[in-house]
């Protein structure tokens, strides 16, 4: 029986922000297809319980599967943090490949020892950040900065406006000068990378979308499942918001180049 998502790369996040993602795993996997979907009626997930979130990501992966995917990426930090492992758990043959905030080429930057950390609260509550800090932040001064509304207002689109510098400038605007780089440790944030420059100041920036692609190249060929370069890539997106208008917004964020 053949399904309808056969040999394709799922993909998801609470909503938009696992685009980011998107965009760097279709660049260095042209020939893959990949099953986008973005949770944009439940989102943001930054704010919801451990437990929703598992059982929220439990669901998406499990219909996934059903229609035929044969790798899942967690595009999104915070479902990472609450339920990357239960889902390998429940799923020992299937590749899932998370996200987390890139602390990691933070600290390993020459340049940089006052590290602002912008993720969701859950992100910076669970013990896979705790760890990273553990890890690599010891060392060097780490700002880490919940940033509630967030990606709920980059969902809204029309990211240029005063009202999200206003917000960014709530939530960062005290660090202006004291941080020199910073770690964009929600999918969303990349897409605001200029307006988070504008009220912080140019410094360095970290996200997770390269080394993610590369992590999920490296799996799938490990595994031998990457496809035939005789295959074209294409891209579906669906969302739990399953409107043209949310869907068109999903291909604009796509299309948006991440300075
Ligand atoms: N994009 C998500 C992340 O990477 C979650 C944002 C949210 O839904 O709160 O954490």
């Known amino acids: 029986m053949t399904r309808e998502f056969d040999g394709y790369i799922g993909m998801f996040d609470s909503g938009v922000g696992g685009v980011s993602v998107l965009q760097a795993a279709a660049a260095r996997l042209p ?3 990949f099953l986008y979907y973005g949770d944009s009626a439940n989102a943001p997930y930054g704010e919801k319980s451990r437990a929703w979130i ?5 669901a998406i992966v499990s219909n996934m599967l059903a229609l035929g995917v044969k790798a899942v990426v ?3 930090n915070t479902a990472t943090s609450a339920a990357a492992q239960m889902l390998r758990d429940e799923h020992p043959n299937m590749p899932i490949i998370g996200v987390e905030p890139a602390l990691k080429p933070a600290a390993l930057s020459a340049d940089t020892s006052n590290i602002l950390v912008m993720a969701t609260r859950v992100t910076l509550r669970l013990e896979k950040f705790q760890k990273l800090y553990r890890t690599w932040g010891v ?5 880490p900065v919940p940033c509630p509304g967030l990606a709920d207002r980059i969902e809204k689109g029309n990211l240029d406006a005063p009202d999200m510098y206003d917000l960014l ?3 960062i605007g005290p660090y202006r000068g004291k941080a020199d780089s910073v770690v964009l440790g929600c999918t969303h944030y990349p897409f605001v990378k200029e307006q988070i420059a504008r ?14 692609a590369r992590q999920l190249a490296r799996r799938i060929d490990e595994l031998g499942i990457s496809a035939p370069a005789s295959q074209m890539g294409s891209i579906v997106f669906r969302s739990s918001r ?13 299309d948006m180049k991440i300075s």
């Open 74 to 76: 967690i595009a999104c």
């Open 54 to 58: 598992r059982d929220r990501s439990d």
């Open 242 to 254: 399953n409107t043209p208008d949310e869907l068109d917004l999903y291909r604009t964020f796509f």
């Open 31 to 33: 020939h893959e297809k």
């Open 139 to 143: 060392k060097r001064t780490v700002y």
């Open 169 to 171: 400038e709530k939530l």
């Open 199 to 212: 009220v912080i100041g140019d410094v360095e920036m970290f996200d997770s979308g390269e080394g993610t």
